[in-house]
Nanobody
Framework: QLQLVESGGGLVQAGGSLRLSCAAS????????LGWWRQAPGKERELVAT????????YYADSVKGRFAISRDNAKNAVYLQMNSLKPEDTAVYYC????????????????WGQGAQVTVSS
């Protein structure tokens, strides 16, 4: 089991950038597929990006492809989400999550979640 804590959220103007960090504590961080999810008010939680255990494979939702980049540092037990060219529709609470067994493509695969970080993009 991992304990996850997000940081780096905030308010930014459209076109700006933010970098989210997620610090993990627990055992075998490198054994987990990691994902970033987001949930806007009144909407379902949606997958933003995933990164494989050795960081050799990533996945991005179409809505963020080319603008966001996920990375991880297994030595520091951390995962990051670099968000560029932000749009008002990116406004949401962003969650990092850990999947110990599967591919990280579906919500049911995740065992551990952070508390979330608010990202607000103004127009």
């Amino acid at each position: 089991q991992l304990q996850l804590v997000e940081s780096g959220g905030g308010l930014v103007q459209a076109g700006g950038s933010l970098r989210l960090s997620c610090a993990a504590s627990g055992r075998s961080f490198s054994a987990y597929v990691l994902g970033w999810w987001r949930q806007a008010p009144g909407k379902e939680r949606e997958l933003v990006a995933t990164i494989s255990r050795s960081a050799d494979n990533t996945y991005y939702a179409d809505s963020v492809k080319g603008r966001f980049a996920i990375s991880r540092d297994n030595a520091k037990n951390a995962v990051y989400l670099q968000m560029n060219s932000l749009k008002p529709e990116d406004t949401a609470v962003y969650y990092c999550a850990a999947d110990p067994r599967y591919t990280g493509r579906y919500r049911w695969m995740y065992d551990d979640w952070g508390q979330g970080a608010q990202v607000t993009v103004s127009s």
